[in-house]
């Protein structure tokens, strides 16, 4: 059995993880602008974490993938000349996890803009990480706040995709039952939760393991994948896809993105 109370915990580690390019296509976030303007807003110092004069230390001290809050962001990289960066590529991961934390088009609707605002301002009640904005007209504040406002609602509003049950028991249902590398197939240990050799059965449970429209959000893409690649930090069960490239969970991919429909399996 499956222990149930991880789905939390699961979402949060799935938000962070994404193909590049795919928030900006849904969301109408701009990317550049990101990581221009608000990626800075992150790695900005605030004072640290000892005394005598504790401030608040810059987001990514707290916000790191391993901290399992909300907004993982990427580790930092250090340059040869002592600087701190994120390269692009660690940028757009990082834009994927940054913008599932806002509603575009509407900033006072946006967790990322609420949890360091103060609560009189229109912030949450609390945040661990401290209230770093006391206000909205605060420039900070004001830079997310464009980001988020200039981006189109109406794209994000955009229907579900629709997922192919003929598609699922020609082409996904096998999958659970191929051999990997380490000799164990998915059903071998998940036949009573989401492997059931009936097609049928098996398609209700998987349906609770995807997210149309977002394969880097659904459990049954990124539980067997392998960190490196953007998958879950923990399953007790084996890493089946090393990279996002991989033909199978490419396949896999585009299905739950609604692109794939029919019996043709070819890759
Ligand atoms: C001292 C550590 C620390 C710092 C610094 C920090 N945070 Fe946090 N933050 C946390 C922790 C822990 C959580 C999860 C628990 C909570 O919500 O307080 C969190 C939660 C959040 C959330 C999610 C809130 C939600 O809706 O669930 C956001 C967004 C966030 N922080 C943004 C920021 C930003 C932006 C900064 C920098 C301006 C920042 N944090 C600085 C520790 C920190
Ligand atoms: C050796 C046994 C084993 C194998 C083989 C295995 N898993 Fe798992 N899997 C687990 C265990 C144990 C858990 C629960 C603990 C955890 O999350 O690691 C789990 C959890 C999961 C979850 C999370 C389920 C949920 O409700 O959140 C998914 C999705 C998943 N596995 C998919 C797969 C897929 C797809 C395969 C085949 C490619 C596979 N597993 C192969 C043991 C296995």
């Not at 990317?31 to 807003?41: A, K």
Request: hydrophobic fraction near 40%.
């Amino acid at each position: 059995m499956l222990p149930r109370a991880r789905g939390a915990a699961l979402s949060a580690a799935l938000a962070m993880v994404a193909v590049a390019g795919s928030a900006q296509a849904q969301s109408g976030l701009d990317f550049d602008f990101y990581r221009n303007n608000v990626e800075p807003i992150f790695i900005r110092s605030r004072g640290d974490f000892l005394p005598p004069d504790p401030g608040d230390p810059a987001c990514v001290m707290c916000h790191t993938w391993q901290s399992s809050t909300p907004l993982m962001l990427e580790s930092l990289e250090d340059g040869a000349d002592g600087s701190i960066f994120w390269s692009e590529e660690q940028s757009r991961i990082n834009f994927e996890a940054v913008s599932a934390l806002v509603t575009p088009g509407d900033p006072q609707n946006s967790r990322l803009l609420l949890a360091p605002l103060s609560a009189a301002a229109g912030g949450t009640p609390l945040h661990t990480g401290g209230k770093v904005w006391d206000s909205q007209d605060d420039p900070e504040w004001q830079t997310l706040a464009q980001w988020v406002r200039t981006a189109s609602a109406s794209a994000a509003a955009e229907p579900a995709a629709s997922v192919d049950y003929e598609f699922f028991r020609a082409c996904v249902h096998p999958v659970l039952f191929q051999v990997t590398e380490s000799g164990l197939t998915c059903t071998n240990c998940h036949v009573a939760e989401f492997a059931q050799a009936d097609p049928e059965e098996s398609w209700i449970a998987v349906n609770r393991l995807i997210e149309p429209g977002h394969p880097t959000r659904s459990r049954l893409l990124m539980h067997p994948l392998h960190p490196d690649a953007g998958g879950d930090y923990v399953h007790n069960g084996v890493r089946r896809w090393r990279t996002q490239n991989d033909a199978e969970w490419q396949m896999l991919a585009a299905w739950v993105n609604g692109e794939r429909t029919g019996t043709d399996c070819r890759r």
